[in-house]
C-alpha cells in the first residue's frame, strides 16, 4: 500500500472519529436538557439513521418468547423487524414515538397511553425503556389493563456503567430495582438472559 493511500485511510478514520464524538455530546446535550423538561426525545427517533440493523438479534431473542396465538402490541417497533419474522398466526400491532408507517400507532410512553391496552394480551419492549422516565407507570397502565405477558429489555445500570446521558437514555433502574417493579404488579421472571449486556425480561402474570 502507497504512503498516500494510508495517509488517506489515517484522515479518514480521524474524521469519522471527530464525527462520532460530536455526535456523542450532541446527545449528552439534548438528553440533559430533555431530563430537566421531563420530556422525549421525537427528534432524534424521527431519524431512521439511528435504528441500527445489529438489534434485529435482540429482536429475535425476544420474538422466541411469543405464543403462536398471542395478541401482541410492540411498543417502540421502528421498522417492524418483529412482525418479519412472528408467525403469521400472531396478532400484531406496531406502536412507536413517531409514525413511519400507516399501520403505526404512535404513543409517547412519557406520556399516559391513550391505546386501548385490553385488545392485547402480549407487551413488548425491546431497547424501549431507557428513553422512559417512570417505568414503573408503563407496567401499571399494562396491569390494568390485564395484560399478563410482558417481554422486555433493559440496560440496567448496574450492569451497563455507561454514561447514561451519553446514550441518551433518560432512566437509570438497576437490575434489582427492575424486578422489584415487575414483581409489586404481580408479574415473575419466567426467563432471563443477557445480549450483549443488555437484560431481556420474559415476565409473565398467572390469571
Known amino acids: 500500500m502507497k504512503l ?9 478514520k480521524l474524521v469519522g472519529s471527530k464525527v462520532n464524538q460530536q455526535r456523542i455530546n450532541e446527545i449528552e446535550s439534548n438528553t440533559i436538557a430533555l431530563k430537566e423538561a421531563r420530556k422525549s426525545d421525537v427528534n432524534r427517533w424521527q431519524k431512521n439513521e439511528e435504528l441500527f440493523t445489529n438489534w434485529n438479534e435482540r429482536t429475535a431473542i425476544m420474538a422466541d418468547f411469543i405464543p403462536s396465538d398471542a395478541n401482541v402490541i410492540e411498543f417502540g417497533a421502528g421498522v417492524m423487524h418483529m412482525k418479519s419474522i412472528l408467525p403469521k398466526t400472531v396478532t400484531y400491532t406496531p406502536s412507536d414515538i413517531v409514525k413511519r408507517y400507516e399501520e403505526t400507532v404512535v404513543c409517547d410512553l412519557n406520556e399516559p397511553i391513550t391505546v386501548n391496552l385490553k385488545q392485547f394480551d402480549t407487551a413488548v419492549f425491546s431497547g424501549v425503556l431507557e428513553y422512559v422516565y417512570n ?8 396491569s390494568n389493563a390485564s395484560i399478563n405477558h410482558i417481554i422486555c429489555s433493559y440496560c440496567c445500570s448496574d450492569i451497563i456503567t455507561l454514561s447514561r446521558e451519553k446514550n441518551g437514555w433518560l432512566s437509570d433502574y438497576t437490575k434489582s430495582e427492575l424486578e422489584a417493579i415487575f414483581s409489586g404488579f404481580g408479574y415473575t421472571v419466567k426467563n432471563y438472559q443477557l445480549w450483549n449486556n443488555q437484560s431481556i425480561f420474559n415476565l409473565v402474570r398467572e390469571q
Open 4 to 12: 498516500i493511500e494510508i495517509v488517506k485511510i489515517l484522515k479518514n
Open 135 to 142: 417505568i414503573e407507570n408503563v407496567i401499571d397502565q399494562l
